[in-house]
């Protein structure tokens, strides 16, 4: 894998240019421990990126300081995390009412209506009862509900939704492999761009063996340390 450089963040602005491609990619930002690369993801997004690209993305920041580093409790924070992510992007937004409840969950409610639903069509009373236990069943799946509250403000609006799993490179090797394989599954389940950072050693020692052997070469970038 040839990493590229990027004291000039033109190579990552160019792909971010191209939002229906990035969807379901993840893109590592590699460094040694205090290079900075927290550091430039923050000015990638609110200096480097011009404001129609701003505009065209949705980022969900999730602090990977407090995550669980365990099969058993992970996905289940990270969903959570993704919902509060989305909910913030749009503050302007009451995601606790009926009006916006209906929206997000509108594909599943088209299903209910021609199928379920119908047979209370000459009841409102009723269909209104149904429609709230099929509403409550359908929140109570966190999957469903993180993939709806990304497809409400990203995909919705044609909007490329980027998760940022940040400060995960301060875990050792094996969580950091463990976080690798947690954006592995971010990118198969939602459609979103994956920004990861990784320390360089863990990154170079492992690069030709799973799971980072299947990182695409070209969404990998190497921070470097600046100079004093």
């Keep these: 894998i040839t990493l590229q450089n990027t ?3 033109k190579e990552i602005l160019d792909k971010l240019a191209d939002k229906k491609s990035l969807e379901n990619k993840v893109l590592l930002i590699v460094g040694s ?3 900075g690369k927290s550091t430039f993801v923050d000015y990638l997004q609110m200096r480097a990126l011009p404001k129609e690209s ?3 993305t949705v980022w969900c920041r999730l602090n990977m300081n407090n995550a669980p580093v365990n099969n058993l ?3 289940s924070w ?3 995390k993704i919902v509060e992510a989305c909910r913030d992007s749009l503050p302007d937004v009451d995601f606790d009412t ?3 409840i209906k929206k997000i969950y509108g594909s599943e409610i088209a299903k209910f209506d021609k199928g379920i639903g119908s047979l209370y069509k000459n009841s409102e009373l009723d269909y209104n009862r149904e429609l709230a236990r099929f509403l409550q069943e359908k929140q109570n799946d966190e999957q469903l509900e993180a993939f709806n509250h990304v497809k409400f403000t990203s995909l919705g609006r044609e909007k490329l939704c ?3 799993l940040d400060n995960c490179d301060k875990k050792d090797k094996s969580e950091q492999l463990l976080m690798f394989q947690v954006a592995q599954w971010l990118q198969s389940e939602f459609k979103s761009l994956v920004i990861m950072p990784m320390r360089d050693e863990t990154f170079d020692n492992n690069r030709y063996e799973p799971p980072l052997d299947t990182v695409l070469k070209d969404m990998v970038f190497r921070i470097e340390p600046p100079l004093f």
Excluded: A
């Design 7 to 9: 004291q000039n963040p």
């Design 33 to 35: 421990v205090g290079s």
């Design 54 to 56: 701003i505009e065209s």
């Design 73 to 75: 409790e992970i996905y």
């Design 78 to 80: 990270l969903r959570k």
């Design 98 to 100: 009926l009006e916006t």
């Design 162 to 164: 980027i998760i940022v």
